[in-house]
């Protein structure tokens, strides 16, 4: 954590516009990051599904399998 309070101390220091840009860069890799992410995530449970490792199904057919699942 005492890295975390160094950089928000160093983040402070800065001044108030130059804080703002920061805030929008950091978003704006963060946002970008979480997208990468999701399309890596995407890819794994395309490729999933293409092995057979993934079912697919009604919502009945869900539940079904919940109500009859006896692992």
Known sequence: ???IDTILDQA???PYETRLDLIR???KRTMEEERIRIAEE???VEQE???GSIKSGSVQDLMYYLENDDD
């Open 1 to 3: 954590m005492q890295n």
């Open 12 to 14: 402070m220091a800065l």
């Open 25 to 27: 860069i950091i978003k």
């Open 42 to 44: 995407c890819r794994n």
């Open 49 to 51: 599904y293409a092995v």
